[in-house]
């Protein structure tokens, strides 16, 4: 039973890095319907800028603190040179913004920045510490307290503020919103502000346990099934999606992967979300689409 339990607490905690990832796609998917496949591009970018400013001789406080700027002023330029001059488009055409997005990121960053593989250290060690007969890793247990507090502070954002209030409107209804007099513009602005923030904290904890490398831009493929199996338009979601992914893949590659012969991990997140679109398509916090017909 123990043994049990640490697979499934270790799976859980694994899942809350997955849910920073997916938290910003559903932050711009709910304010504009825009799937934004650039946000992994992002995430790669956050965490490049500050492990170089680091490299440069800021301390971290600092270099995190520039790289928050930094990922504001991206985000402004984005929503004025690609979103706003597409307002109206269809949405595979807001997609395909969003994927050319991703490789300019990636080659700007590449660009400035190098492409070799830097160490981060974000002084939380990755190794396992003992509660009663349960061994958990530190660090993990440090990321699933960051996602805790970020999803925190954006629950006060958006339904304590003004804001907040504004972003629930366009997520509603765009058109009865813009009646209104909301600054659909500013909103997006916000969002995607608040999207690079989020992913800077991803990129953070992603570029310490696997190093600072391209392939981080890749973690998207994998908040996928995060967000079809939680629902693309809800915070909560993304994180119950990002615990089962998670729990699920951690207690698969252990029981069922010696019958299987191992490696289930790469695929299994797939499977599950392919199971859930069948029963709930949704997801489970998601909202479903109503047509008059």
Not at 62 to 91: F, T, Y
Not at 245 to 270: C, M
């Amino acid at each position: 039973m123990n043994f049990f339990l640490e697979t499934l607490i270790g799976g859980l905690l694994a899942g809350t890095m997955y849910s920073l990832v997916a938290i910003g796609f559903v932050l711009i998917y709910k304010a504009s319907g825009v799937f934004n496949f650039a946000q992994g591009a992002m995430l790669l970018f956050a965490a490049l800028n500050c492990v170089s400013l680091q490299e440069a001789g800021l301390p971290f406080p600092a270099a995190v603190l520039a790289s928050v700027s930094i990922m504001i002023v991206l985000a402004l330029a984005i929503e004025r040179a690609v979103l706003r001059p597409l307002v109206g488009r269809s949405q595979i055409t807001l997609f395909m913004a969003t994927l050319g997005l991703s490789f300019i990121i990636e080659g700007l960053a590449q660009g400035l920045m190098g492409a070799e593989v830097r160490a981060l250290d974000l002084g939380i060690e990755d190794v396992p510490i003992t509660i009663g007969d349960i061994m958990v890793s530190q660090f993990d247990l440090f990321a699933a307290a960051t996602a805790g507090i970020l999803v925190l502070v954006l629950a006060l954002l958006f339904n304590k503020t003004r804001i907040g209030v504004s972003l629930r409107a366009v997520a509603d209804d765009t058109r009865a919103a813009l009646s209104i007099g909301i600054n659909l513009n500013r909103i997006w602005q916000i969002v995607w502000a608040v999207a690079g923030i989020v992913g800077l904290v991803a990129g953070l904890l992603w570029g310490a346990r696997q190093g600072v490398q391209f392939a981080l831009s890749l973690v998207v493929l994998k908040a996928l099934p995060v967000l079809i199996i939680g629902g693309f338009t809800s915070i909560g979601g993304a994180i119950a999606g990002g615990l089962i992914v998670g729990a699920a893949e951690n207690l698969a590659e252990v029981y069922a992967g010696p019958l299987l012969g191992g490696g289930i991990t790469p695929w299994f997140a797939y499977f599950l979300a392919l199971a859930f679109l069948y029963v709930r398509p949704a997801g489970l916090f998601g909202e479903r689409a109503i047509e008059r017909v």
